[in-house]
């Protein structure tokens, strides 16, 4: 299925095809790229509700591999994406810290499908994604942000410490590089579309 992005051929003229629009949530732990994800692949400028770190999170959240982390994602950030066909890609990225998980039930609501990034310098961080997700019954796909271009795991040893099922698709990507984030979510869309059949 080649997709491209409206970037990609010249932003569609008026009237070319119906919009197709689709919800799709990138979710995470703490400080594993779920902001820079959204803001590299959006075609209009980013919303994102980041607030600078406070004492709040002493005790909380662990910085100690994102010392120089100084605002976080306090309700979500969201993106769009416009692919070939008139499919419209709204992405919604949630928080981070486990006090604001309370949203993703509201952010998750009418998706379909989710991209779980997972930086695995700190794997136990997206645990609670992974469950929240697999609870939820909603497609979804393991998204292995690779700072620095680095890869520290082969993908099965990650599949088995995550206990994520074979049917699930798991990439490693760059949050930084459209490219890498494209691929993911269309890899997400076909996912989610082979799920529904």
Known sequence: MGFETSNDRGAPAAGDEPLQPVKIVISGGFAVGKTTFVGSIS???PLTTEAAMTSASTGVDDTSKVQT??????AM???RISLGGGLVLYLFG???QARFQFMWDDLARGAIGAVVLV????????FPAVDYFEQLGLPYIVAVNCF????????QAIREALSVPRDVPLVFCDARERTS????????VEHALS???
Do not use: W, Y
């Open 195 to 197: 799920r529904a059949e």
């Open 148 to 155: 620095d271009g680095l890869q520290f795991h082969e993908q």
């Open 181 to 188: 984030t494209k691929e993911s979510l269309i890899m997400l």
């Open 119 to 126: 930086d695995t310098r700190r794997l136990a961080d997206c």
């Open 43 to 45: 075609e209009i400028n």
């Open 94 to 96: 949630t928080p981070g």
């Open 77 to 79: 950030d969201f993106g």
């Open 69 to 74: 982390k100084t605002h976080t994602t306090v």
